[in-house]
């Protein structure tokens, strides 16, 4: 009897390891354990922030350090909200001295980051960078980093069955595989990526909106980011994000369901996290 390769194992474990995403219910591919995501992102999160540090860059503004902090506070306490369980993450925040940079990110597991340069550049307020946060832990509540690491695991596979499939070697063989291998970038990464991008921005416009901040600052964030950037084009094709100009009109349809959370006028709670 033959023994089926690891490849072909794992992708038949692939069928069948799918979950609903916190918060929407999509249907995410779950070859990952959150719990190995959030490791491994603690382990990066040192690792990343340790030159940055040395460099004297992070977080050497105490003004916009305290505006940051504030902010994302309110943010957190919302996501803890949608995800009780993850009041247990190691929630921080490091504001990174790069006015060039214009960029955010938040890790599996909470541990975030946003450069100077998109705050500085962009001229955000304080219901624009709400946004811009609210997009990235977005990201982690929805379980994304995981994700996309099972995804990963999922197109790896798919190419090692493919070359034992094909079995071929030399040119025409090398030929089949980048053919395989840009199959698989467009039938499986890219579109999950998409989805991940619209989903995180579903999600951060509410716990944005539930924080006390201005749900139309969303549309107005990717208005600057498109003036900024010089990109147009309502295409999103072939693209890990959708364009500005598509992303300013969801965005926009959503304000009137966002509005009342913003309008309400219950207290704000706020989350004490660490300085990384």
């Known amino acids: 009897m033959l023994r089926l390769p690891h490849a072909v194992l794992l992708l038949t474990a692939a069928l069948g390891a799918c979950e609903s995403a916190p918060v929407t219910g999509r249907k995410q591919l779950m070859l990952v ?11 990066a999160y040192a690792e990343v922030l340790a030159p940055i540090r040395k460099a004297g860059k992070l977080n050497d ?31 921080q925040v490091a504001v990174i001295d790069e006015p060039k940079t214009l960029n955010a990110w938040c890790m599996a597991g909470g541990q975030m980051a946003i450069y100077s340069g998109i705050i500085t550049q962009l001229t955000l307020t304080d219901d624009e960078i709400a946004q811009v946060m609210g997009h990235e832990i977005a990201h982690a509540l929805a379980k994304h980093s995981a994700e996309r690491m099972s995804t990963a695991m999922a197109s790896d596979a798919i190419l090692q069955v493919g070359a034992l499939l094909l079995g071929k070697s030399g040119a025409t063989g090398q030929m089949a595989m980048q053919a395989a291998a840009a199959a698989t970038t467009v039938g499986v990464q890219l579109p999950n990526s998409r989805k991940q991008e619209s989903e995180a921005d579903r999600i951060g416009i509410e716990l944005a909106a539930k924080a006390g ?22 295409s999103d094709f072939l693209s890990t994000h959708p364009q500005s100009e598509k992303r300013q009109e969801v965005l926009a349809g959503l304000v009137p369901q966002m509005v009342p959370f913003y309008e309400n006028k219950s207290p704000r709670p706020e989350y004490a996290f660490k300085t990384p």
């Open 33 to 43: 354990e959150e719990s190995q995501a959030i490791q491994a992102s603690n382990e």
């Open 61 to 91: 503004d105490p003004a916009m350090k305290t505006r940051v902090d504030r902010i994302t506070s309110r943010l957190v306490a919302q996501a803890v909200l949608y995800r009780p369980e993850t009041a247990a993450w190691n929630w």
């Open 213 to 234: 901040y201005d749900p139309r600052a969303a549309a107005k964030l990717w208005e600057k980011m498109l003036a900024a950037s010089g990109s147009r084009g309502q």
